[in-house]
């Protein structure tokens, strides 16, 4: 049986991950702290269908305080997805926390599985990377210039990661996701935050003019890729994870209208400092190397997300 360590096992993307990693037979530890970035209780009811699981057992606590190598023992593949997330909230002295959950915390991880047999590291990296990129579709060998702190942290830990397995042998591997969605978002995301709005009758808000462009990623799509990514003999890359489906914020509210069968009430106030105009994803190196090919499309990804949103509000 593959014993495999998933941190961030609580947070969106980790808890499916978890249930995946499960129900392909894998023996799973999951690690998560907590943060208090949306409220303990989401996560907690991320996980509870997969506590009484015999072969998943949990752990609460930091990266940075617990003993990773006794962690690491006998595990064949880390999935590394915790991370202080949020573009918006990475300036001033909140900097201080995606320094040390984003970067220090990968680097304590790293330097634990140089005593390891791992067959594979894989990190959580973010379109954030790239900043306001030169070339559309953005390419993995693109110019990166983050205009965010968040986006500084996550390549910072990229590095990291490249550099372990040159000098060390970890077979790291890092994908860049772009704006992913699904059931169990978290609450400060864009689709969740609209999705709620249009069921309550609420407002909702969008940052400039909603002309800005995102490829979203539907959850699954994402979890495909970290299984691949494992399953791969590639090393030390990096690869684009994007969802093929680029539209303006206008154009998706227009979409959830139709999904949910409600009327927005938009308000349109500044863009936000650290926000880039657009992302798209070129594809092709991990569709060519991995096998990668998204299979969800935006409607039934929004279809998905409304019917777990319904049993949230």
Known sequence: MMKSIVTGCAGFIGSHLVERLLGEGHDVVGVDCFTDYYPRWMKEDNIRDVLGDDNFRFMEGDILELDVGDLLKNID?????????????????SFEAYTR?????TQKLLEACKNSRIKKFIYASSSSV?????DFPMKEDSLLKPVSPYGVSKLAAEHLCYLYHINYGIPTVSLRY?????????????????????????????FGDGEQTRDYTFI????????????SDREGMVYNIG????????????LMEEVTGKKANIRYVPKQKGDV???YADTSRARETLGYAPKISLYNGLRDEVEWMKKQV
Not at 77 to 93: C, E, I, K, L, T
Not at 178 to 205: N, S
Not at 243 to 254: D, F, I, P, Q
């Open 243 to 254: 969802g093929g489906s680029r539209k303006t914020l206008n154009e998706v509210v227009e």
């Open 101 to 105: 959950n984003n970067i220090l915390a």
């Open 178 to 206: 772009f704006t992913v969605y699904g059931p169990r978002q978290r609450p400060d995301m864009a689709f969740h935050r609209f999705l709620k709005a249009l069921m309550q009758g609420g407002e909702i808000e969008i």
């Open 130 to 134: 790239y900043g306001d990129c030169p």
């Open 220 to 231: 699954s799509d994402v979890v495909d890729a970290n299984l691949l990514a494992a399953d």
């Open 277 to 279: 105009l657009h992302t």
């Open 77 to 93: 593949y880390v999935f590394h997805q915790a991370a202080q997330a949020g573009v918006r909230y990475s300036w001033g002295s």
